[in-house]
């Protein structure tokens, strides 16, 4: 029996993930954070839940989520219908993580009588824990629907909990987790790099500390970044979130300038997930040829982990 060629080139390997593709009936979904190479390749790029939320109204066969284990998840909790393959398994979320389970559950038991709100960047397990999902996109939209006096626990982000209690006035029990790259932009970094681009509008993710958020031009989500470096008339921006972000904005406005803000102990420009960087071309034609690794849930947790979803979806 012949063995099959190894495919080496990153062009061979677009070919055979093209074929593949067509062959499987599959989609390739891609977050902002991945690789450029990852990107363009993707048949549709976006921020965690839009991902899901897009699977979802797909008529594929296969979604290959390019991104972290959670996106995974949330992806076959929306479409359990569809095969849904992860290129490297060991693309974990420090912020899903800072969050477990068991001490979570255990946390909710000794404050009855609070809704538990939790972030889409979290595990299944946590999610089958909650009464409203929300996303850095709807948080403060949601939060602001709920009565005045509603008990909030919010987890497991708790700069984005502070953030929320900001805008909204609200004084949420805020569960200690962060996510390790927001968790670590330099503000004097940040605060250098604007003495020497005055022009440069500061965009920052919610998932940053709150002196982040202070100085800012504009906190959102990745989305809303983007949407708003689109519509701004500024020429350059300084960019306070993952640098995998940079190219799509500069595909979409490639007459701005955009500058990754750097971590506090990084020597370079840059902030990066080493977890979004796991998957590569290579593995994405893998996980297409051999159909795997899969993302499967357990029926019970999801159909657990649904119900805040649906709720979200509901009042957003």
């Given at each position: 029996?012949?063995?099959t060629p190894a495919v080496t080139s990153a062009d061979r390997l677009r070919e055979e993930i093209s074929r593949l593709k067509k062959e499987k009936n599959a989609l390739i979904m891609a977050h902002y954070y991945q690789?450029?190479?990852?990107?363009?390749?993707?048949?549709?790029?976006?921020?965690?839940?839009?991902?899901?939320?897009?699977?979802?109204?797909?008529?594929?066969?296969?979604?290959?989520?390019?991104?972290?284990?959670?996106?995974?998840?949330?992806?076959?909790?929306?479409?359990?219908?569809?095969?849904?393959?992860?290129?490297?398994?060991?693309?974990?979320?420090?912020?899903?993580?800072?969050?477990?389970?068991?001490?979570?559950?255990?946390?909710?038991?000794?404050?009855?009588?609070?809704?538990?709100?939790?972030?889409?960047?979290?595990?299944?397990?946590?999610?089958?824990?909650?009464?409203?999902?929300?996303?850095?996109?709807?948080?403060?939209?949601?939060?602001?629907?709920?009565?005045?006096?509603?008990?909030?626990?919010?987890?497991?982000?708790?700069?984005?909990?502070?953030?929320?209690?900001?805008?909204?006035?609200?004084?949420?029990?805020?569960?200690?987790?962060?996510?390790?790259?927001?968790?670590?932009?330099?503000?004097?970094?940040?605060?250098?790099?604007?003495?020497?681009?005055?022009?440069?509008?500061?965009?920052?993710?919610?998932?940053?500390?709150?002196?982040?958020?202070?100085?800012?031009?504009?906190?959102?989500?990745?989305?809303?970044?983007?949407?708003?470096?689109?519509?701004?008339?500024?020429?350059?921006?300084?960019?306070?979130?993952?640098?995998?972000?940079?190219?799509?904005?500069?595909?979409?406005?490639?007459?701005?300038?955009?500058?990754?803000?750097?971590?506090?102990?990084?020597?370079?420009?840059?902030?990066?997930?080493?977890?979004?960087?796991?998957?590569?071309?290579?593995?994405?034609?893998?996980?297409?040829?051999?159909?795997?690794?899969?993302?499967?849930?357990?029926?019970?947790?999801?159909?657990?982990?649904?119900?805040?979803?649906?709720?979200?979806?509901?009042?957003?």
């Amino acid at each position: 029996m012949e063995s099959t060629p190894a495919v080496t080139s990153a062009d061979r390997l677009r070919e055979e993930i093209s074929r593949l593709k067509k062959e499987k009936n599959a989609l390739i979904m891609a977050h902002y954070y991945q690789r450029d190479e990852i990107q363009e390749i993707a048949d549709f790029i976006g921020d965690s839940l839009a991902l899901a939320r897009q699977a979802a109204k797909t008529d594929a066969d296969v979604i290959v989520m390019c991104g972290v284990h959670f996106m995974g998840e949330t992806a076959k909790i929306l479409c359990p219908d569809k095969t849904v393959l992860i290129p490297d398994t060991e693309a974990g979320c420090s912020l899903a993580d800072s969050c477990d389970p068991v001490e979570f559950e255990k946390f909710v038991k000794e404050h009855p009588g609070y809704t538990v709100i939790s972030y889409v960047n979290t595990s299944a397990a946590v999610k089958a824990h909650t009464d409203i999902v929300v996303t850095s996109g709807n948080a403060r939209n949601i939060v602001d629907k709920l009565p005045a006096d509603e008990k909030i626990i919010f987890g497991p982000d708790r700069n984005l909990g502070e953030y929320i209690n900001s805008v909204t006035g609200r004084d949420m029990l805020l569960w200690n987790g962060a996510c390790h790259v927001h968790d670590r932009f330099s503000i004097e970094k940040i605060a250098e790099m604007k003495k020497e681009h005055p022009e440069a509008k500061v965009l920052v993710h919610p998932e940053c500390r709150r002196p982040l958020q202070l100085i800012a031009d504009k906190v959102g989500s990745t989305a809303a970044l983007l949407d708003f470096a689109e519509k701004d008339n500024a020429p350059e921006y300084i960019v306070v979130t993952e640098s995998g972000i940079l190219f799509e904005m500069r595909n979409k406005c490639p007459h701005k300038k955009f500058l990754a803000a750097p971590a506090e102990d990084s020597e370079c420009q840059c902030n990066q997930c080493e977890y979004m960087k796991l998957n590569t071309l290579r593995k994405v034609y893998e996980a297409l040829r051999d159909g795997r690794p899969e993302i499967n849930v357990d029926p019970e947790i999801a159909e657990k982990a649904l119900r805040p979803i649906e709720r979200m979806l509901e009042m957003s």
